[in-house]
């Protein structure tokens, strides 16, 4: 079973940030938090990931709580392109380790 | 970046006959690739882990006699959905991991494939 719950559906204004928030207060001490986005038929595209610390680059911030129980992928600037399905996902440090989907927050960015 | 190269885009084939999917990676070694399927409106449900050079883990449900997974090189993975059904009509993708340590695992982009 996924880690991870996450709301399945928000929107967000163009030009807006986008704050998509997810759970996964079961992690353990050697897991990463990743973040994937899908756009309609096509594979999973990866954003961004994190272990304790807030990360950014060129497309997303990852704010991580201190305890690690939640995140925050932001978007800075969202734009239309950026309505897909983001998925929260929970692995370990290894990369070895199989990545389980959960249901994603389907974004939609409007003009 | 990474690149995973999934093949083909689309397939159509006829109800009990067998289809091969193929996954490379593109610019790096993948000891580990990952098979995933997903129907419409729904998430990607892993299939099976697939190891270079050892037998492919499946996950709980998933016939290993009929999606026959075999990675031979560090660089190519393959599924073969063998005497297909309609309802092995589905949305197939691959995804692969690096030696490197900190990697994130890269996606293809699918395959997609109609049993009529």
């Known amino acids: 079973d996924a880690k991870t719950t996450q709301p399945p559906s928000m929107d967000c204004a163009e030009g807006r940030a986008a704050n998509l928030p997810c759970n996964h207060s079961?992690?353990?001490?050697?897991?990463?938090v990743y973040w994937y986005r899908q756009i309609h038929s096509q594979g999973p595209q990866y954003i961004i990931h994190?272990?304790?610390n807030n990360e950014t680059n060129e497309m997303a911030s990852l704010i991580i709580t201190e305890d690690r129980k939640s995140s925050t992928l932001i978007l800075p600037h969202a734009t239309l392109r950026d309505t897909a399905v983001y998925y929260c996902?929970?692995?370990?440090?290894?990369?070895?380790?199989?990545?389980?989907f959960g249901t994603g927050t389907r974004l939609q960015v409007f003009p | 970046g990474a690149v995973v190269s999934q093949h083909p885009s689309r397939v159509i084939c006829k109800s009990g006959t067998s289809v091969k999917i193929e996954c490379r990676s593109l610019?790096?070694?993948?000891?580990?690739m990952f098979w995933y399927r997903q129907f419409p409106k729904q998430s990607l449900m892993l299939m099976a882990t697939?190891?270079?050079?050892?037998?492919?883990?499946?996950e709980q449900g998933v016939e290993k006699d009929k999606f026959l997974i075999n990675h031979a090189s560090l660089t190519l993975s393959t599924l073969t959905v063998t005497s297909a059904h309609p309802e092995d009509s589905s949305f197939y993708i691959c995804?692969?991991?690096?030696?490197?340590?900190?990697?994130?695992?890269?996606f293809g982009n699918g395959t997609r494939l109609t049993v009529t």
């Open positions: 079961t992690i353990s001490g050697n897991e990463y």
């Open positions: 994190g272990l304790k």
């Open positions: 610019d790096f070694q993948a000891t580990t």
């Open positions: 697939s190891n270079e050079g050892s037998k492919a883990t499946y």
């Open positions: 996902i929970v692995g370990a440090l290894d990369n070895t380790d199989k990545l389980i």
């Open positions: 995804s692969a991991s690096g030696r490197a340590w900190n990697s994130p695992l890269h």
